[in-house]
Every structure is written in C-alpha cells, then in structure tokens.
C-alpha cells in the first residue's frame, strides 16, 4: 500500500534523553515535512525538506532536528533542548509544483510522545 | 507573520442541524486547503480552493473561498455522527516573507449528539 508509516506509535521518554522518531513515504514525493499538534493550537510547522539532503526550519525547529539522507525518509529527533516535548508529532509529504508546496499534504498516523 | 484564525473552536450539534467553520487570513493567500482530523487520527485531505470567490461542494459539504482570497469558510448540511472531527483550513501564502507558506488554522472541534 502506498501512504506514509510513522513509528513508533506512542513512546515514553526521560527528561534529558534524545528521541528519534521515524518517518518513511513510498508515494515518492519529494517534499516532507514534521508538525506537531498540541490541543487548541492546532498545527505548528517543526521541519520541512524540499529534496534530498536539503532541509529548513518551519516556526518552531527549536529543541528538534531532521535529516534528509533519502527520498523516502524524514527522521526527527526531539532533543533533551525540547523544553516542552510532550505532543502529538505527524508527519506529512507532498508532490511540490510551482511553489515549494501546492498539493495536498498526506498525513501519517502520528507518533504520541511523553516525557516522564 | 501569517495567521491563519479560525472559529468557532467547538461546535457541539444535534444530528440534523447544520456546521459552518469559518477561516480568516491575516494575509492574501494563494489557495486554501481543508482537512478533517477524525477523533485519534490524523489529518486527512477533504478540498483545496485556488479561485476568488469559489465554491465547491462535496455531498453536504460545501467549501468558499472569500473574494479578497483572504477567508474560507466549510459548511456541513444536515450533520450526521460520522461528521465528528476536527476540522482544520491551511492557507498557503500569496507573498510577503511567509511566501509559499502552508499555515494551519487552530482547528474546529464538532460533535455530533445523535
């Protein structure tokens, strides 16, 4: 099936431990992006990446990290620097066009973080 | 920067009744998409809306788009309980220095009681 697998579903974490949370798309889109969800502030923007090996901040990088080593994959990591870690993480890709993003987003399933 | 408002934060109905969520743009945008977020889940695409003062209808729902391309507005008719959810408008920038920019509004909570 084609769609974007994000893991793990839920984990816990200690306060001052690093996570990595995984993302992989097989639509081969080129661009993907990291939101984060918290209740009633709907979408903030972590990370996007255009194209391979190339990545920016969105509005609120600080405390994460990406890499872009291949198409289909988009790993964050939530540093011990997150101050405030705990929130629902989904990641997304779309086909670019003209604008660096003119398509519909395709979201994956989420990953749920808890900081202990 | 950009901002994307969107209001009412929760809508609680009666099945039957009608929804409207409405989406102001602090900027002129582009176009504008529409996603559904189902209890748990994760957003999924319903529309996108490129024209000023389009209109688009998917069953009962029916999406705007204002004239000065800078709100939006999703009205349900007759809401049925598999209608729970939240909903969320994203406007991509027209310009400026958030251009090319997706912003999320803070959503809609609506629930449904059969």
């Not at chain 1, 988009?74 to 540093?79: A, D, E, R, S």
């Amino acid at each position: 099936d084609g769609g974007i697998t994000q893991s793990p579903k839920y984990l816990f974490r200690k306060e001052g431990q690093n996570v990595t949370l995984s993302c992989e798309q097989n639509l081969n889109h080129d661009a993907m992006y990291w939101y984060r969800q918290d209740p009633g502030q709907g979408l903030r923007l972590i990370y996007y990446s255009q194209i391979v090996n190339d990545f920016q901040k969105g509005d609120i990088a600080e405390g994460y990290s990406v890499s872009r080593e291949k198409k289909e994959s988009f790993p964050l990591t939530v540093t011990s620097a997150q101050k405030n870690p705990t929130a629902f993480y989904l990641c997304a890709s779309s086909e670019t066009g003209a604008g660096w993003n003119t398509g519909e987003l395709f979201f994956g399933e989420g990953s749920r973080l808890t900081v202990l | 920067g950009q901002q994307v408002m969107q209001i009412p934060q929760y809508q609680h109905v009666q099945e039957g009744e009608d929804f409207t969520t409405y989406c102001n743009s602090s900027t002129t945008l582009s176009n504008i998409q529409w996603y559904k977020q189902r209890p748990g889940g994760h957003p999924v695409f319903l529309i996108q809306l490129v024209k000023s003062g389009e209109v688009k209808k998917q069953k009962r729902l029916t999406f705007q788009f204002g004239e000065a391309k800078k709100n939006s507005s999703l009205h349900i008719t007759a809401t049925q309980t598999t209608d729970v959810g939240t909903y969320f408008c994203a406007g991509l920038n027209a310009g400026g220095t958030s251009y090319g920019k997706l912003t999320f509004g803070q959503g809609t909570i609506l629930t449904v009681h059969p």
